[in-house]
């Protein structure tokens, strides 16, 4: 079977920038807690932002579950290109979401439901990577390509964790922390269109 290079790393790309996404939060989990969760004791405020990380992890399974179904019945690339602009919509959000002190018992609610999204996205888009690139590749290269998936999503990562440590230089205001979320975004959609021109997978 011929290799649609195109199609895998647009697959690619979209992963990185997705891990990225999600990985995002997990770095600024301590600096979001006093901002988002009101709480007269800090650790506790900690925990329940923390909780918010967590909280995405318990929906990847469904996500799973859910965009495997979709590519089953209605192809790999629409469940491919579904899971990653699904997820633009939380990490703006995180972005601009105001604070406890401006809106209140909203922000906390907003913000995990925002987490909740991002798992159940990356849930979808995890497997869904796997099993594109793996179906576009020759068969003697199947493990090579889910080796490339683990890899380039540890890149994401690795980019939202410097990306996180450079917005919180001292010489960055303090709302630096949502350049990383919003340009997450853009990159993520721009990704999107990238992915509307892939090639569906030869295996149905």
Known sequence: ??????????????????????????????MLAPIFFAST????????????????????????IIFGYFGDRYGRKQAFTWSIFLV???????????????????????????RLMQGLCNGGEFSGAGIFVGEHMPKNRVGFSGGMICATGILGAVIGTFLGAVVTLPAI?????????????CLTLVSYFIRR???????C
């Open 88 to 114: 633009i919509i939380p990490t703006f959000l995180i972005g601009v979401l105001p604070s406890y002190d401006q809106i209140g018992i909203a922000a906390p609610i907003i913000l995990i439901t925002c």
């Open 197 to 203: 021109n892939m090639v569906e997978t030869p295996v």
């Open 173 to 185: 205001p303090s709302w630096g922390w949502r350049i990383p979320f919003l340009v997450g975004s």
């Open 1 to 30: 079977m011929k290799t649609n290079k195109r199609s895998v790393i647009a697959a690619l790309i979209g992963h990185v920038l997705e891990r990225y996404d999600v990985a995002l939060y997990g770095y600024f989990s301590a």
């Open 41 to 64: 004791d800090a650790s506790t405020a900690l925990l329940a932002s923390l909780g918010a990380f967590a909280a995405g992890y318990l929906m990847r399974p469904l996500g799973g």
